[in-house]
């Protein structure tokens, strides 16, 4: 503080003169001198006085299990079930039915869209085709008609309406084979 003090009274002094600058710096000083830090001292005082709390011992860690994975003749958990017939799903629809999407099929445009993020908002006929008007996120306006696919899911239409687009989807069946799933997109309000 000092310093700063002195240096503002070298730059006062050639202006002001050297009695006013004496001044100033006589009362900056007196200002830096006095000892108003009574009340802090007094704190910590009563803090130390005071006697120490009880601290609760830290709870106890329980040591990691780790398992091994040593049964090379079972199936690996990482990798999913063959098609082949001779896993647990065998009979059921997925797997040995025969359904799958059809990787040789052109992609349409609304199929770069998940179907929860499309919203019908109208339909139009022209020459007794129904076609339904979607709209997708990048803001552009799409129609579908039947046998078109959206979203992600291999979706394809199988009814359209004025009021709704009912469609199959083909989703994995989580055992490696595939399943059908009814999905609708409504009418937008």
């Known amino acids: 503080m000092t310093g700063i003090v002195r240096s503002l009274a070298l730059r006062m002094q050639g202006r002001i003169g050297r009695g006013m600058a004496l001044a100033i710096m006589a ?22 006085t005071k006697p120490g709390g009880r601290i609760d011992p830290l709870p106890e860690v329980k040591p990691f299990e780790s398992f091994t994975y040593a049964v090379a003749a079972r199936r690996s958990p990482f990798e999913p079930w063959p098609v082949t017939g001779t896993g647990p799903s065998t009979g059921v629809a997925g797997s040995g039915s025969g359904i799958q999407p059809d990787a040789n099929r052109r992609r349409e445009a609304l ?10 908002v109208g339909a139009l ?3 007794g085709k129904i076609w339904a008007v979607i709209k997708a996120p990048d803001g552009l306006v799409y129609r579908a008609a039947l046998q078109n696919y959206i979203g992600q899911n ?7 309406s004025e009021e709704k687009v009912e469609l ?12 059908e799933r009814p999905a609708r997109l409504a009418l937008a309000e």
């Open 168 to 179: 199959v989807e083909i989703v994995p069946d989580g055992l490696g084979g595939w399943q």
């Open 27 to 48: 009362v900056a000083l007196s200002a830096c001198s006095g000892d108003n830090i009574d009340d802090l001292r007094q704190y910590v005082e009563q803090t130390k």
């Open 111 to 120: 199929e770069g869209f998940p179907l929860d993020t499309l919203r019908m």
């Open 125 to 127: 006929e022209q020459r």
């Open 154 to 160: 291999h979706g394809r239409i199988i009814a359209v």
